[in-house]
């Protein structure tokens, strides 16, 4: 979550998200992450703390894939939440292909016996994701079912609410 740090709206005077300090933690990593050689690196999202102002979120959106970008091997960006606010496709696809990102989801790749799939989600109206009915047709489509399969997307595939979660404590999510 690049971008300005949040304060808590469920506990006042804490801090939600230190998101001023991401890009410097995630370049802190670099060299780590770098040490160990990984062959697929996947980014599921919220890479940016939203101002819901275009221009500002696509300078923070670059910023963050500019980082991202400097980890060795193949790189994969699910767009989150965050960047879905104000971003299309198209605007998140120019970046991520400016630092040789790959964010053309749903996607599926073969790591060793497996079949990855990266797939996405839509924002409804009531701020709840789901799966499209065209990813949904897409992976009965594209997945051998001989194979096991490891799925990738920014949010959970199962049903969760918010309780006791520190975010949305006050916020329950049902179904």
């Known amino acids: 979550h690049h971008g300005d740090t949040k304060g808590s709206t469920t506990h006042p005077g804490e801090t939600r998200q230190a998101n ?30 939203d101002v819901k102002h275009k221009s500002s979120d696509l300078k923070l959106l670059d910023e963050s894939l500019k980082v991202f970008s400097k980890i060795q091997g193949t790189k994969y960006f699910i ?12 605007d998140i696809r120019a970046i991520a292909d400016k630092y040789n990102v790959t964010s ?3 996607c599926m790749f073969e790591l060793g016996s497996f079949q ?36 990738f997307s920014h949010y959970s ?19």
């Not at 300090?21 to 703390?49: E, H, M, P, W």
């Open 20 to 49: 001023s300090q991401a890009l410097q933690v995630l370049a802190g990593y670099i060299d780590t992450f770098n040490s160990r050689k990984y062959d697929v690196v996947i980014n599921l999202g919220d890479a940016i703390r």
């Open 79 to 90: 767009a989150g939440n965050h960047e879905l606010k104000t971003l299309e496709d198209d």
């Open 104 to 106: 053309s989801i749903p």
């Open 116 to 151: 990855v799939l990266l797939i996405d989600s839509q924002i409804e109206e009531n701020g709840l994701a789901r799966i499209s009915e065209r990813t949904i047709n897409w992976i009965e489509n594209t997945i051998d079912k001989t194979k096991p399969v490891m799925i």
């Open 157 to 175: 595939i199962l049903p969760l609410d918010g309780y006791a979660n520190f975010y949305f404590e006050n916020e329950i999510l049902n179904g």
